[in-house]
């Protein structure tokens, strides 16, 4: 999986997930639990994570509906 958003941001999460779902690819948002341990006040970031072969039309998909200023540098 890669990495494509980190952030506090629950609608974002919630936003990115969907168009992802909407296109068929798999994903998931990691770290979700972490918020229980720090007493859920949104302060630890969660990761937004695509399947890699597929994490190009992802990056698509998000620069297309508004979200190109949250994804992270493309990895080596």
């Not at 909407?22 to 949104?42: K, T």
């Not at 190109?68 to 080596?76: I, K, P, Y």
């Amino acid at each position: 999986m890669q990495e494509l958003i980190r952030t506090n941001d629950p609608v974002t999460l919630s936003f990115a997930e969907s168009l992802m779902k909407d296109a068929g690819i798999r994903c998931m948002i990691a770290d979700e639990a972490m918020s229980v341990l720090e007493g859920s006040l949104g302060m630890l970031p969660r990761r937004f994570m695509v399947e890699d072969d597929r994490a190009i039309q992802a990056r698509r998909i998000l620069i297309d509906a508004g979200l190109g200023d949250e994804l992270r540098a493309v990895r080596s």
